[in-house]
């Protein structure tokens, strides 16, 4: 069973702070890896992808994988009001061909 | 604007009926895929294609149906049989690269379908 696992939160930071997201996955194999975020009655909109181990930064946005310890994170620097949402980690596991298999997501509250 | 076009916005659907869903991009994506989401819950794969006229189930195919007979479209029937219809549904699309190389997806903005 290929799974994904996000903690379903809310995580509450207030503003300013870092927010750090956390997925863990089950396939070592895997080779590719996302986040996204979703606003409450919204569709998911793409802000990170990271393929190899080690940072990647874009922005305010940082996503670090560890493929040995099968997890990504993403941290979100100086948290803002507008980053309230649910971040969803899919992860493309190895011999799925294009598929993506989502976790639940983590809800985030910024707080003033 | 490339994009994915999904109608309705929203969708009631009567007891014993058939309704069809709407999925349209200009992206020039290979791949394309129809995710069910429940609230509080995350994304499940009912149906994807990865090329013309050729699609595969997902995890919760039972109760939909799909066609692709051309790139650019991937509507989505919710029949009769699924007896639990009421959910958010998204369609999104992708590049294919490879056999073995999973790309990001992007998702249109969904249609809300509820039972009268």
């Known amino acids: 069973q290929k799974e994904v696992e996000q903690n379903s939160g809310p995580l509450s930071v207030p503003e300013g702070a870092i927010a750090s997201l956390n997925c863990t996955y089950s396939d070592r194999g895997s080779q590719s890896f996302f986040w996204y975020r979703q606003y409450s009655g919204k569709s998911p909109e793409l802000i990170m992808s990271?393929?190899?181990?080690g940072d990647k930064e874009d922005g305010r946005f940082t996503a670090q994988l560890n493929k040995a310890s099968q997890y990504v994170s993403l941290l979100i620097r100086d948290s803002q009001p507008s980053d309230s949402a649910t971040y969803l980690c899919a992860v493309g596991f190895s011999g799925t061909a294009s598929k993506l298999t989502f976790g639940t997501g983590t809800r985030l509250q910024v707080t003033l | 604007d490339g994009g994915i076009t999904q109608s309705p916005k929203y969708l009631f659907r009567k007891e014993g009926q058939n309704v069809t869903l709407s999925c349209e991009q200009n992206?020039?994506?290979?791949?394309m895929y129809w995710y069910r989401q429940d609230p509080g819950q995350g994304l499940r794969l009912i149906y994807y294609s990865q090329i013309v006229n050729d699609f595969q189930k997902g995890d919760i195919a039972e109760g939909y149906s799909v066609s692709r007979e051309k790139k650019e479209s991937f509507p989505l029937t919710v029949t009769s049989a699924q007896k639990n219809p009421t959910a958010f549904y998204l369609c999104?699309?992708?590049?294919?690269?490879?056999?073995?190389?999973?790309?990001?997806?992007?998702f249109g903005d969904g249609t809300r379908l509820s039972i009268l």
């Open positions: 999104a699309s992708s590049i294919v690269v490879g056999t073995d190389s999973n790309q990001p997806q992007h």
């Open positions: 992206l020039n994506h290979d791949a």
């Open positions: 990271i393929y190899s181990n």
